[in-house]
């Protein structure tokens, strides 16, 4: 092997530990509102779940505005300089105008907060609530570029040990404010505060002789220049995730919310699931375009990804969810009061994996360098996910799990755009015969318990038969998992 190939291998190499690490630190954070789910179903009021679900919805959507495309603009600034005098003013003007704006967008929210802290709650609280809700934003806001210098200085192991020991101490903090203290929703919002906080001073040594308080001006526009154009795209994709919280606090109440938050928790396994996919996927799929064979691989590793998640799909439907809410040795991760709200868990999974059908086609949009298409594509499945909540509830009077259908018509609508737009300039040649049989097959699995009166062992058969299926009618092989697998190998080892 030549000196030049095996410095690209140690770079291959070095890029796929990192991917690991980083997707770890990101999964586990995504996945600390699943862990937390019995514990505050099982001991926070219905409403005061309700609350919980309306106040974090709203942190999400606010953490889009207090970032407004800044972490974009300072990976492409910071990572390709070279100079660490020139890194130290990129760093400083960023960061001065970041600290600048979140302080000021905090303070506009504790102005406005009497006015608008009824939406969310209505227990007397709910003024202290949101000011806990504004300090976890302000604390979020001043921490997310100092976390972020460590990835871009390349040291996966520090960023991740911040991410872990936030998750952690939020995690060990519910457990002793809202289990042993029995603080409630209060207790679940300062867990967080100290968690965030703890987050902001671990990071801070990312501030250490790179920050001064100064602002180059025309360094600034030219950063904003590139950042805030990918804003929208965030904020369409945010909006489409979470505004369906607020919609049925409009329609229905803080309990209807509740039961459905519940749901789209279990749900968001899916999310996972893609959101792992997605940290292996960017670096895999640009690292072997210019191969020949590259648009082939890319179809072949569309359909295994959508038949693994559908094994996924299948195991938390058929196995987790029936059961969730019965009692094991007397018992249950979440009380029976929550029931109504699990039939979104199959609609929510399967709204994330026609998200992961997106994951898979924005190949075409990274290669041929046309990202800014990607706010027309979320734009498009925030308005259908808007309109159709509208038709549901205000014109049709739907129940309210139509509002998990509608997160389902905004993946569908998105990723059908993205797909017929990629064919005019990156066309790959995916195989729409088997995934169509392939959806067909999962669908048939999904309802085979409901057609047979079997008990628990009909709920099985489907789980155990699928991968059996799916090579019997020739939509995947065994050589080409073996295929797939080694080229990904291959590209990471």
């Known amino acids: 092997m030549s000196e030049k190939q095996e410095s690209t291998k140690k770079h291959v190499k070095k890029l796929a530990g990192q991917t690991l690490i980083y997707g770890l630190g990101n999964i586990l954070n995504r996945a600390i509102t699943f862990l937390l789910?019995?514990?505050?179903?099982?001991?926070?009021?219905?409403?005061?779940?309700?609350?919980?679900?309306?106040?974090?919805?709203?942190?999400?959507?606010?953490?889009?505005?207090?970032?407004y495309g800044t972490d974009a603009a300072f990976m492409r600034f910071f990572i390709p300089e070279s100079d660490d005098a020139k890194r130290k003013t990129i760093f400083s003007t960023l960061y001065s105008g970041v600290l600048f704006s979140t302080l000021g967008i905090s303070a506009l929210l504790l102005l406005i907060t009497p006015s608008i802290a009824g939406f969310f709650d209505?227990?007397?609280?709910?003024?202290?609530?949101?000011?806990?809700?504004?300090?976890?934003?302000?604390?979020?806001?001043?921490?997310?570029?100092?976390?972020?210098?460590?990835?871009?200085l390349q040291k996966p192991m520090r960023y991740s040990a911040i991410i872990f020991a936030e998750v952690l101490i939020n995690l060990g903090l519910n457990i002793l404010f809202v289990a042993v203290l029995n603080y409630g929703l209060e207790g679940a919002l300062w867990?967080?505060?100290?968690?965030?906080?703890?987050?902001?001073?671990?990071?801070?040594?990312?501030?250490?002789?790179?920050?001064?308080?100064?602002i180059k001006s025309t360094l600034w526009r030219e950063m904003m220049s590139f950042g805030?154009?990918?804003?929208?795209?965030?904020?369409?994709?945010?909006?489409?995730?979470?505004a369906d919280r607020f919609i049925l606090k409009g329609f229905f109440n803080k309990e209807t919310v509740a039961l459905y938050g519940a749901g789209y928790k279990i749900g968001i396994v899916m999310a996972l699931v893609v959101t792992a996919f997605r940290f292996a996927w960017q670096p895999f799929f640009l690292s072997i375009s210019k191969q020949d064979n590259a648009k082939q691989t890319y179809?072949?590793?569309?359909?295994?990804?959508?038949?693994?998640?559908?094994?996924?799909?299948?195991?938390?439907?058929?196995?987790?969810?029936?059961?969730?809410?019965?009692?094991?040795?007397?018992?249950?991760?979440?009380?029976?009061?929550?029931?109504?709200?699990m039939i979104v868990i199959p609609i929510v999974m399967l709204g994330f994996l026609i998200q992961g059908i997106y994951?898979?086609?924005?190949?075409?949009?990274?290669?041929?360098?046309?990202?800014?298409?990607?706010a027309l594509f979320t734009g498009a499945g925030m308005l259908v996910n808007l309109t159709a909540n509208y038709l549901f509830f205000a014109v049709f009077h739907a129940p309210f799990y139509m509002a998990a259908w509608s997160f389902v018509m905004a993946q569908g609508a998105?990723?059908?755009?993205?797909?017929?737009?990629?064919?005019?300039?990156?066309?790959?040649?995916?195989?729409?015969?088997?995934?169509?049989?392939?959806?067909?097959?999962?669908?048939?699995?999904?309802?085979?318990?409901?057609?047979?009166?079997?008990?628990?062992?009909?709920?099985w058969i489907p789980v155990i038969a699928y991968f059996p299926i799916l090579v019997l009618i020739g939509i995947i092989t065994l050589s080409q998992v073996k295929e797939i697998v080694y080229k990904m190998k291959r590209k990471t080892a």
């Open 37 to 67: 789910l019995p514990l505050y179903t099982n001991i926070l009021s219905q409403e005061n779940f309700g609350s919980y679900t309306l106040i974090y919805t709203f942190l999400g959507l606010m953490n889009v505005l207090y970032l």
């Open 122 to 152: 209505d227990s007397g609280n709910q003024n202290t609530y949101l000011y806990l809700a504004t300090l976890i934003l302000t604390l979020d806001g001043l921490s997310f570029i100092p976390v972020l210098t460590f990835r871009a």
């Open 191 to 214: 867990a967080n505060v100290i968690s965030s906080l703890t987050k902001l001073i671990l990071s801070s040594f990312a501030l250490w002789g790179r920050f001064e308080f100064k």
């Open 228 to 242: 805030l154009p990918t804003m929208p795209a965030v904020f369409f994709a945010m909006v489409t995730g979470l």
């Open 299 to 341: 179809a072949k590793v569309l359909t295994l990804f959508v038949s693994v998640a559908g094994f996924v799909f299948l195991i938390v439907s058929h196995i987790i969810a029936p059961f969730i809410t019965q009692p094991i040795f007397g018992k249950t991760l979440i009380p029976p009061s929550y029931e109504p709200g």
């Open 359 to 374: 994951v898979n086609l924005v190949v075409g949009m990274y290669i041929q360098k046309k990202t800014h298409l990607s």
């Open 414 to 459: 998105q990723t059908l755009f993205l797909y017929i737009k990629s064919k005019q300039f990156y066309p790959v040649p995916y195989e729409i015969g088997k995934l169509t049989l392939l959806a067909v097959s999962l669908a048939g699995l999904y309802l085979f318990p409901g057609l047979v009166s079997w008990g628990q062992i009909g709920f």
